[in-house]
Each structure stands twice: as C-alpha cells, then as structure tokens.
C-alpha cells in the first residue's frame, strides 16, 4: 500500500489536498497515482491567476508510461505554481507529498473540503480497487511513523525468485 499521510485530503482521482489554514489549500497527486504513473518526465501547471471549478481538468502528468489529466479537487484562483517541479518532474516520484507539491489555489468555497477524503476513507477506497481484504490497519502511515523508505514494506517486496511476478509467456 502506498503511503497516504493523515493530515491531508485525497480524491477518487488521487489528489491530495493540504489546508494552509489561511483559505488556500496545496495539491498534487497522491504516492499511488505517481507509482501508477511511473518516472515522470513532464508536467503541465495551470497558470497563476486562472481559474477552475471542482474537477475541472488542471494540469497534466506525463510520464514513460502514459499522460495522465489531474483534476481541481476545489474550486478556486490559482495563486502558486511549484516551479521546481517543472525543472524536475521527478520530484512527484521521490516526495509526492514534500517538494513533489504542484500547485496552490484560493479557494471559492470551503465547504468544498469537507466533500474530500480523509486517510483512511482513501486507504480503504484503494484496498477495496485493489481487492485487498482491508486487514490492514488503518493509523499505519502517518507522516511520523513511516517505515524507513517511505513504503508499507508488504506491499513493495518482490517475489522471492526475483522476477516480480513475471512468468514465461507472460510479457
């Protein structure tokens, strides 16, 4: 399972959301969208100043694998973009929750935050796509406890022939 911080927001479409507390939230794509993705290789943010409605098509993550639209979790004014991960997409790979942010929005309502999920509702949505049973317990990941490479250990191990599932005939 990936890592999901508890302290933040998250959307069906894998965005995460974190509340300044000052009427602007910080988003980008969650640890399971950017392991889904693969290396990033570019990414397209919103300009400053624009603005968008709640789900609204915003950005677009591009990697080796596919291109991949994110959406406005909120509705709002974009008032910041991460410029560093313009310069170097990989940073949503290495610290999708850390210097991997992609950008920052006024928002139009806050009630809006209250539609989103926290943790634990986005853990069991991804166990439940996954068809995992759930058994997993749900205070694994906060931000503090965090196994040292960032990752549920179970969930990240390879086989033990060392072919990370693959069978012959199997591509």
Known sequence: MSMIPKDLKYTASHEWVRDNDDGTVTIGITDHAQELL????????????????????????????AAS??????????????????????????DAYGEGWL????????????ELMDASAYRAMLEEESGEDGAEDDDDFDAEDEDEDGYDDDDHDEDDDGDNGNRKGRK
Not at 49 to 62: F, H, K, M, P
Not at 103 to 114: G, K, V
């Open 38 to 65: 693969g290396d990033l290789v570019h990414l397209e943010l919103p300009e400053v100043d624009s603005e968008y409605g709640l789900e609204d098509a915003i950005a677009v993550a591009e990697s080796v694998k």
């Open 69 to 94: 639209d994110i959406y406005a979790p909120v509705s709002g004014t974009v008032v910041e973009v991460n410029e560093g991960v313009l310069d170097a997409p990989e940073l949503v790979n290495s």
């Open 103 to 114: 950008f920052t929005i006024r928002l139009d309502d806050e009630d809006e935050l209250q």
